[in-house]
């Protein structure tokens, strides 16, 4: 069976620009980009903040599990993880073999990126603690699957891109 395969995946903490570079490391690539918190939302048919409210965070989960392992089979590009995505042992089980890219960022980057968590239901209450404690939290499930960590701190897209560009050439 020929399965497709992404180029690289983005793992990183909400704030760390998986979506935003990910973008501008496809634009240099010349291949497609791919989210799988867009893929939730377009499943779901609405945002996660109303997945959450609606249906809780463990349906959320399941979601994502599902959204992650079908965008492992068939992105032929650039794909983001959703941040929590890698809380799921069957996930990081699931990455491995593929080059994982984590992106690095500290708390003050990360907060300055997110604002006060609008749209992202975990940092509803008190943003900058709920930050921190995902953060400390995922960052050695990160460090685990990634072949690779790009520190995005103080850095343009742009810039974040072109090093994991250089990183990806044989």
């Given at each position: 069976?020929?399965q497709?395969?992404p ?5 990183g ?6 979506t935003?570079v990910g ?8 291949v497609?980009f791919r ?11 609405k ?7 609606d249906?809780?965070?463990a ?7 599902a ?5 492992l ?5 650039v794909?983001?993880l959703?941040?929590?995505?890698v809380?799921?042992?069957e ?6 073999g ?10 003050p980057?990360a907060v300055?990126r997110?604002g006060?968590?609008a ?7 008190n ?5 921190k404690y995902l ?5 050695p ?6 072949t690779a960590t790009v520190?995005t701190d103080?850095r ?5 891109a ?7 050439k044989?």
């Amino acid at each position: 069976m020929n399965q497709t395969r992404p180029v690289v995946v983005l793992v990183g903490s909400p704030g760390s620009g998986k979506t935003t570079v990910g973008t501008a490391l496809a634009a240099l690539l010349g291949v497609g980009f791919r989210d799988t918190d867009a893929d939730i939302e377009r499943l779901a048919g609405k945002p996660i903040p109303e997945i959450f409210i609606d249906e809780g965070e463990a349906h959320f989960r399941t979601l994502e599990r599902a959204a992650t392992a079908a965008a492992l089979a068939s992105c032929a590009g650039v794909l983001a993880l959703g941040g929590g995505a890698v809380l799921a042992e069957e996930n990081r089980a699931a990455l491995i073999g593929h080059t994982v890219v984590h992106l690095s960022v500290e708390l003050p980057d990360a907060v300055k990126r997110v604002g006060l968590g609008a749209g992202r239901p975990l940092l509803a209450i008190n943003p900058r603690a709920t930050l921190k404690y995902l953060m400390d939290q995922r960052r050695p499930l990160y460090a685990e699957v990634a072949t690779a960590t790009v520190v995005t701190d103080g850095r343009a897209p742009e810039e974040i891109a072109a090093e994991i560009a250089a990183l990806l050439k044989p």
